[in-house]
């Protein structure tokens, strides 16, 4: 389905953005959703994620066009809740759960530290490959997709505290990892 979609935004077929809605526009709502919880938000961020795909496919032609969709959709929705933020206006959640990501991740503004995050992510999928799935799942369902734990336990069938006490090892696992590494924390 997805080569299919995406020979549409090459052919300039305006049935792209559709077709990219009803295939990953719940994915996408839901993403934003989970970063903004205010639903105006989320429709300007999926619908501002579908003009930069058709502004930026051609002349990429991503790989899996599901998580090209989902990185645009992320980072866009990070981007407004700062906007948002720097209004006075703030999520205390995502604030939380990405406090809870900070005890395990280094920190930094600098140019040095952004070049360095691109390793650092490197680093962090190869820690994620070393956990069995259910650990990986409920790591990216947290940190990627910032579901609330209530909602990793009713997706995936497991208690509350269960996904608590996995996400807690995994930071303390992956704290170690890239402390290893020689990453500072």
Request: proline letters at 2%; aromatic letters at 8%.
């Amino acid at each position: 389905m997805s080569k299919r979609i995406l020979e549409l935004y090459f052919q300039r077929s305006e049935d792209a953005i559709n077709a990219t809605d009803s295939e990953y526009g719940k994915l996408l709502r839901q993403i934003s959703f989970n970063i903004l919880r205010n639903q105006l938000d989320v429709e300007e961020c999926v619908s501002d994620t579908y003009l930069q795909m058709w502004n930026t496919i051609p002349p990429n032609r991503p790989e899996s066009l599901k998580a090209y969709a989902c990185k645009i959709i992320r980072n866009l929705s990070i981007n407004r809740l700062k906007y948002l933020n720097s209004e006075k206006r703030s999520s205390q959640e995502f604030i939380g759960i990405l406090d809870e990501l900070s005890e395990a991740i280094p920190s930094g503004e600098d140019i040095e530290a952004k070049v360095e995050g691109i390793a650092l992510g490197e680093e962090i999928n190869n820690f994620l490959k070393q956990q069995n799935k259910e650990t990986r799942i409920i790591f990216i369902k947290r940190y990627w997709l910032f579901m609330s734990t209530a909602e990793i336990s009713a997706d995936m069938r497991i208690s509350q505290t269960k996904i608590t006490s996995s996400l807690h090892r995994t930071r303390q696992k992956l704290k170690k990892h890239l402390t290893e590494k020689e990453y500072v924390i």
